[in-house]
């Protein structure tokens, strides 16, 4: 992200999350649970960029850090995002997701018989090494994982 990118409506502290694939702005929002409800101050840049370089949305929470299951989750929707952490109206750590090998407890088991939607509190488990997301008790795939989030 250059200088001139982060002056758009500069946050004082909080988290910018960049790169993200074009489109996918509003579903890491939901992603995060961010409604603005809270009265945190979000703004979500869609489509930002050039036809040429390939566009992208971008995404900035005021006073909100992200915790490394939502990262995790993240790195599944939208592998290239980079995640600035913004203190002082400064880029203070920058770095980019990382695809975990597994998830725990962030994703629900499409399969309804699956262990992990019985009465029993099993915290779902899923193998997301390869592009394919499956179930680690059931072998349950995960097409769209915005719609399976815990
Ligand atoms: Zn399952």
Known sequence: MTDKELHINKIENGTVIDHIEAGQ???VLSLLGI???DGESVSVIMNFGSN???SKDIVKVQNRELNQDELDVLSL???NVTIN???GYEVSLKHRVQRPEYVVGV???PNRNCITNGKEPIDSKFDVKDEVISCEYCGA???DVTQHLA
Do not use: K, Q, R
Request: charged share 10%.
């Open 52 to 54: 040429t370089v390939g």
């Open 85 to 87: 952490i913004i203190s």
């Open 107 to 109: 994703l629900n088991c």
């Open 25 to 27: 702005g509003l579903n």
């Open 35 to 37: 409604e603005g409800s």
């Open 77 to 79: 929707i939208s592998p």
């Open 141 to 143: 795939h995960i097409e």
